[in-house]
């Protein structure tokens, strides 16, 4: 349609079939688009940008081709300046490997079904094993019962996916039939009747069966976009209440859970666990925006999280990793494209390397985001970029590989890993910095490729040219050093895990009052009344067809049983109950962390059905704190001299003292992005066997306060989560270290972060005011050691 389109009127050409982009190497290839041109030919330049050939163009009746027959690689043909990307490779044969995977999102981001079936195509003859996709449950469901099956192409989107025999990973982020999404006491996406949840579910994936590979239940649960910045406890009942549908329709296909936006885990994910994730899912998935350097570490935290929690072996699926390039055109100029490529590329061979199960880039269709970049592996015109170019040649090598070790010897390289499999031997050399090439190589090369797959041959000197920043290297003797970092996330990857725990129809809930309670994903803050006592409410789901009588008991952080503990309540059948404490939390909550309070719903046999882990945050006092930590060091943050500004260039900050002392922020914001982070200059060493900081902090109007960090190389690392509510009160709260996660521009991600090294410290604001004007005060800034 798009292509008779643009015959009719005359347009830019507009590629017939963009799959045919994909061609046989060192075969005829016919490359025809619709549309018009002057031209009676075109330039084509490969991965490097260098113009290697012209072709004659062929015109007639508003149709354009050309023959071409090019060696194995990327290369890019001009037509009058637009640009469309050629992938010269082998298609895929043999068996699949489901590690390679993509995130198609074609649900979304391109509803034209001969660019779908063109995409799903090229997929297939690429190797891709598994692509991810969204479902839109409340438009598939308008109303309970009541299905439409066409909404978002959702059955003609599958029956293309079928026609290639590639399954599909299914996510959703949306509540479903009217009624389901009700107004939890603060706002949320999450579905509320999670007997509908049982209802629905079952009959998706019956009805989408043929290609369904797994379901993730959710998105990015700890951001603000999906999960509304609730705590773990609100998402880990839907996964719950997702598993007792599975089990009780005897559903096998894989659950997965967490769906995090792959910071370090910290309280969001311990939460989880404490509310039974890692019972309820057969596996973990997580999204990396970061780079691929950092890919090991990253495995790392979650590999050590997983064994902490007795599943070191559950696997870990990377269902979203990519590399922005800035937006602005249809495709990214080639710097960008290529940095694009070198990326999502290597942190495939590192997922691999470190025992990821599956892998899949974001996103394969175009997609522009935030107004300041896009994301995907073709460009608008639906012809490959780099990256997808650079995919393909690592699923043709390393598909049914397996890492083997790194490369003996100090290279100079940022990864030299080593993987073998079908007879063959292949080091994957990876260079970051600006290193060009390399000598010294310890083994016989056999072959050389780049890293859109062209042949490659040694430098004249012998060494070997890293002008892509990755290069294959087939070789038959190479002795790999086997003891590495990334072999041991491999092994542990391999390890036996106990499957999910049988589900239960027995959910607790908690409903936070928001009179009294206010929240973020690491915990919800409260304090007690006047007479201090806090009331907790908690809603018991019965899922069961049928009515259960419960005891439910609660119990502090400190382990001490509640009082109003041991209550017995009988839920009707398919319904909800509430039930209420009054707690007198004081003397069990003695850090400004986030505590569990624990209630259990138990059987008449005193079986556990479930368990809720709340995490509370007490208010309390700056004194009061600090006594519970060893060292305890307060900065001189009355000195202005000291503060600096940092905003917008249309913005400005004015530093003043507040009454009762600190300091005070006022923010003028002007247009663009409405963010201020005040600097504050650390003395050398000053976090040097300090654990956190403690800040006593009001923010006047709304906004988002957060901490962020800067170290001697220009790093900086930033709390995700907004620190205390913008009521205009007075807050305490204790920021750990390992609270701050490093942003995608900083520097040496890859490494441990060494508080050692940090200079500098932001306490700032992204502002939401209505006139952008706001006022951040800070009266107390301490340092803290370990925990007494």
């Known amino acids: 349609m798009a292509a008779a ?4 009127s005359g347009e830019t050409p507009v590629p017939r079939d963009p799959a045919s982009f994909f061609i046989q190497p060192e075969a005829a290839a016919v490359l025809e688009w619709s549309g018009t041109t002057s031209a009676s030919q075109a330039r084509i330049s490969n991965y490097e940008g260098k113009e290697v050939t012209t072709t004659p163009l062929s015109r007639e009746d508003g149709r354009i081709s050309t023959s071409v027959r090019l060696p194995r690689g990327y290369y890019e043909i001009d037509l009058e300046g637009r640009i469309f990307g050629i992938v010269s490779l082998e298609p895929f044969a043999g068996a699949r490997d489901p590690f390679f995977g993509i995130d198609a999102v074609l649900t979304w981001l391109d509803k034209r079904h001969a660019s779908r079936v063109a995409m799903v ?24 019962g009541e299905w439409n099956w066409k909404a978002d192409q959702t059955l003609s989107l599958r029956e293309i996916y079928a026609q290639a025999r590639m399954p599909v990973l299914e996510m959703f ?9 009700g107004q939890f006491p603060f706002r949320t996406l999450y579905p509320q009747d999670l007997s509908q949840v049982v209802a ?8 989408l069966q043929g290609t369904w590979a797994g379901l993730e239940v959710w998105n990015e649960p700890e951001g603000s976009a999906y999960g509304s910045r609730l705590p773990a406890d609100q998402y880990t009942v839907l996964v719950k209440a997702m598993r007792y549908a599975w089990d009780k329709n005897q559903i096998t296909s894989p659950l997965g859970g967490g769906v995090f936006m792959g910071g370090d885990p910290g309280f969001f994910h311990d939460f989880c666990i404490r509310n039974g994730l890692l019972d309820a899912v057969n596996f973990i998935s997580i999204h990396d925006y970061k780079p691929a350097a950092a890919m090991e570490r990253l495995m790392t935290m979650y590999r050590d999280w997983l064994q902490r929690n007795g599943k070191e072996g559950m696997p870990l699926w990377i269902t979203e990793s990519g590399w922005a390039w800035p937006k602005g055109g249809s495709r990214p100029s080639l710097q960008p494209d290529a940095k694009s490529a070198l990326q999502i590329t290597m942190k495939g061979v590192e997922a691999k390397a470190c025992g990821v199960a599956r892998y899949m880039p974001f996103c394969l269709a175009f997609y522009e985001e935030g107004g300041i970049k896009s994301f995907s592996m073709l460009g608008r015109e639906v012809t490959p970029l780099r990256s997808m170019a650079a995919y393909a040649q ?21 990864r030299a890993r080593v993987f073998r499999g079908g007879g063959e031997t292949v080091a994957v050399l990876y260079s970051e910095g600006g290193k060009k090439s390399l000598a010294g190589f310890p083994g016989t090369p056999k072959r050389i490729e780049g890293i859109d797959g062209r042949s490659v041959e040694p430098l004249p000197d012998g060494s070997l040219p890293l002008s892509d920043g990755l290069l294959y290297v087939w070789s038959d003797d190479l002795l790999p050093v086997a003891e590495t970092p990334a072999m041991q996330l491999l092994r542990a990857s391999r390890l036996p895990v106990s499957g999910p725990l049988p589900a239960s129809p027995i959910l607790l809930q908690y409903i936070p009052d928001p009179g009294t309670v206010t929240h973020a994903s690491t915990r919800y803050l409260t304090k007690p009344s006047d007479t201090g006592l806090l009331t907790v409410t908690v809603r018991i789901h019965n899922l069961s067809q049928e009515a259960k009588t419960i005891s439910l008991r609660v119990h502090y952080p400190t382990t001490q049983e509640a009082e109003g503990s041991g209550q017995s309540v009988e839920i009707p059948a398919r319904s909800t109950a509430d039930f209420s404490w009054k707690i007198s939390p004081l003397e069990h909550w003695k850090v400004p962390d986030p505590q569990p309070l624990t209630v259990t719903a138990a059987d008449a046999g005193g079986r556990i059905l479930d368990r809720l882990a709340i995490p509370l945050q007490m208010e309390g006092s700056v004194e009061n704190f600090a006594s519970q930590y060893t060292k305890a060091q307060a900065l001189e943050i009355s000195d202005l001299s000291r503060w600096s500004g940092n905003t917008n260039p249309q913005s400005s900050t004015r530093f003043t003292h507040p009454v009762g002392g600190g300091v005070s922020a006022v923010f003028a914001f002007g247009q663009g992005d409405r963010w201020a982070y005040p600097k504050f200059p650390l003395p050398p060493g000053s976090l040097s066997g300090m654990e956190s900081f403690l800040i006593r902090v009001r923010l006047l109007q709304p906004g988002d306060v957060r901490m962020a960090v800067y170290d ?7 709390t995700m989560d907004p620190l205390i509510p913008a009521d205009g009160e007075w807050h305490v709260v204790r920021v750990p270290f390992t609270q ?47 925990e007494r």
């Open 740 to 786: 701050f996660e490093p942003n995608q521009e900083a520097k040496n991600l890859a490494q441990e972060w060494d508080p050692a090294r940090i200079s500098e410290i932001s306490i700032g604001i992204n502002d939401r005011s209505a006139d952008s004007k706001n006022t951040l005060e800070i009266s107390h800034l301490l340092l803290l050691g370990p």
């Open 5 to 8: 389109a643009a015959a009719a």
């Open 200 to 207: 629905s579910w079952p009959e998706i994936h019956r009805t």
């Open 173 to 181: 982020h949306s509540a479903g039939p009217a009624k389901n999404a």
């Open 394 to 414: 690592s699923i043709r090598v390393l598909a049914g590989k397996t890492y083997v070790g790194d490369l003996p010897g100090h290279l100079g390289l940022a």
């Open 712 to 718: 001697d190389q220009k790093g900086i690392r930033i």
């Open 121 to 144: 195509k090229s997929l297939d003859r690429c190797g891709v094993a598994l692509a991810r996709e969204r479902l839109n449950w409340n438009a598939l469901e308008p109303k309970p």
